[in-house]
């Protein structure tokens, strides 16, 4: 079993840039595939950014590609989100999860576990 824990949402104005964190628990940390989400209201929820745990690329959605970035520190068992040149349209609640596999690591369905999400309001 995993469990997420996300952190660090808050409100901020146009431009600014924002840190989420997602502290992760369980067995076998590291062979986790990680991603972040995020879903505005009345919206379904979208792909933000995603990695494997071990390190080698990072895949990003279209509307953050250039502005978002995920990391992840291995002492601390910790995933983040490093958001930068936020937008209006980016306000929405964000949401780390995590996968033992890597496949169809895009979708809400790719992920077995969640967060409970981290709410984003960004000012214009």
């Known amino acids: 079993q995993v469990q997420l824990v996300e952190s660090g949402g808050g409100l901020v104005q146009a431009g600014d840039s924002l840190r989420l964190s997602c502290a992760v628990s369980?067995?076998?940390?590291?062979?986790?595939?990680m991603g972040w989400f995020r879903q505005a209201p009345g919206k379904e929820r979208e792909f933000a950014v995603a990695m494997n745990w071990s390190g080698g690329a990072i895949y990003r959605g279209n509307s953050v590609r250039g502005r978002f970035t995920i990391s992840r520190d291995n002492a601390e068992n910790t995933v983040y989100l490093q958001m930068n040149s936020l937008r209006p349209e980016d306000t929405a609640v964000y949401y780390c999860a995590a996968s033992w596999r890597f496949s169809n690591i895009y979708s809400v369905s790719g992920y077995d576990y969640w967060g409970q999400g981290t709410q984003v309001t960004v000012s214009s």
């Open positions: 369980g067995r076998n940390v590291s062979s986790l595939v």
